[in-house]
C-alpha cells in the first residue's frame, strides 16, 4: 500500500495500509492513516467507521462515539 499511496495517494489507499497496521497490532500508525483518508475525504464514511473501531478497542470512547456519529451522518448504512 506504501507504494500505490506513494505513487497516487488516495483515501482508500490510506484506509486500506490502516487496516494492515490495525494487523500488524500498529493501532497509532493506523489511525493516522484513517486520519490523513479523512483529510484527503472528509465525507468518506468507512474510514471514519474503522477509525472508531480503533479508538473503541483502545478505550477511546469519546473519540469512537465521535467517529461513529460522523459516519452514521455521512451514510446511513453506518448507524
Known amino acids: 500500500y506504501t507504494k500505490a499511496i506513494q505513487l ?3 483515501a482508500s ?5 490502516g487496516i494492515s497496521y490495525y494487523n500488524l497490532e500498529q493501532y497509532q500508525t493506523a489511525i493516522n492513516d484513517y486520519t490523513t483518508a479523512i483529510q484527503l475525504d472528509p465525507d ?14 483502545l478505550g477511546q470512547t469519546a ?4 467517529d461513529d456519529a460522523m459516519a452514521c451522518s455521512l451514510d446511513s448504512y453506518y448507524c
Open 8 to 10: 497516487e495517494p488516495t
Open 63 to 66: 473519540k469512537a462515539y465521535a
Open 13 to 17: 489507499r490510506y484506509t486500506y495500509r
Open 44 to 57: 468518506y464514511a468507512w474510514a471514519h467507521y474503522i477509525r472508531a473501531f480503533v479508538y473503541r478497542n
